[in-house]
């Protein structure tokens, strides 16, 4: 069964830095596209970012530009996103999703505040 | 960037026939835009319903379709049960970045 987990998420002031991880069993992932999308609390679905197969492809939301970096190590089948300058409002749950957005992970929680 | 557009809210009647649409402020949706439809059910994580417009996953039940409607993409579902209450999101691709919907609120009642 594909599933991908996510860590890194936690606690940090506003301004800090937190990298998020994403390990996918089960899975061809060096095939695939992979994505974050995001979840504030009582909100919508937002989609962060993606990044193409061999990573020389990347996108973001504009609200993350400049900010926000995906990365993956297809040695590893994992995908991370660093995430500087945080804002209060990007305290969310982040989920790792793969192509086709077929398989989704349980997230990981980001808080910013101080 | 481009901002999707769900209805809010909609009620079905159990065993009823409802239907979700996705438009972009872009202008029309087209099979272009690879529409996905994601259900999200209260503290779970998403689930993806449809992806490419009509395309099923394994999972997905019988009673969902995806469509072309006008200008829209759509979702279709035919013979709803209570389980069907769920939040429903359209997400469209945009040759690169993608753009979630304000999401659709299905009440089964």
């Known amino acids: 069964e594909v599933q991908p987990v996510e860590s890194g998420g936690g606690l940090v002031q506003p301004g800090g830095s937190l990298r998020l991880s994403c390990v996918v069993s089960g899975f061809s992932f060096s095939s695939y596209w992979m994505n974050w999308v995001r979840q504030a609390p009582g909100k919508g679905l937002e989609w962060v970012a993606n990044?193409?197969?061999?990573?020389?492809?990347?996108y973001y939301v504009d609200s993350v530009k400049g900010r926000f970096t995906i990365s993956r190590d297809n040695a590893k089948n994992s995908l991370y996103l660093q995430m500087n300058s945080l804002r209060a409002e990007d305290s969310a749950v982040y989920y790792c999703?793969?192509?086709?957005?077929?398989?989704w992970g349980q997230g990981s929680l980001v808080t910013v505040s101080s | 960037q481009a901002v999707v557009t769900q209805e809010p809210s909609l009620t079905v009647s159990p065993g009823g026939t409802v239907t979700l649409t996705c438009g972009s402020s872009t202008g029309a949706v087209t099979s272009g835009h690879y529409p996905f439809w994601v259900q999200q059910k209260p503290g779970q994580a998403p689930t993806t319903l449809i992806y490419d417009t009509n395309n099923k996953h394994s999972w997905t039940p019988a009673r969902f379709s995806g469509s072309l409607l006008g200008a829209k993409a759509a979702l279709t579902l035919s013979g709803a049960q209570p389980e069907d209450e769920a939040e429903y999101y359209c997400?469209?691709?945009?040759?690169?970045?993608?753009?979630f919907g304000g999401g659709t609120k299905l009440t089964v009642l």
């Open positions: 997400l469209l691709s945009y040759s690169g970045p993608r753009v």
């Open positions: 990044i193409k197969r061999d990573g020389s492809e990347v």
């Open positions: 999703v793969t192509h086709f957005f077929q398989f």
